[in-house]
């Protein structure tokens, strides 16, 4: 796994980038059932909202590759 260091707001860009993806597989998808990408959306607002307030300093990703993301100051 992959590690690395940002600025809160640079993770942030990140996990905006990463809901942005997802979003486009709900666009994507010729089927109807799009419960996983929506549960993925949300779990990114979460942390997003979390990351700014500094509640959260660490959080991996797992998709498309593995990485781990430590918030810095």
């Known amino acids: 796994m992959e590690q690395f260091f ?6 942030v860009i990140l996990l905006l980038y ?3 993806d997802w979003q486009g ?15 993925e959306i949300e779990s990114i ?8 307030a500094g509640r ?5 990703l797992t998709e498309p590759k593995a990485v781990e993301v430590n918030v810095i100051d």
């Open 6 to 11: 940002m600025r809160r707001a640079s993770a």
């Open 18 to 20: 990463r809901r942005r």
């Open 25 to 39: 597989k709900i666009a994507a998808a010729t089927s109807g059932n799009v419960e996983r990408e929506m549960l």
């Open 45 to 52: 607002d979460r942390l997003v909202l979390n990351i700014r």
């Open 56 to 60: 959260i300093r660490t959080f991996e």
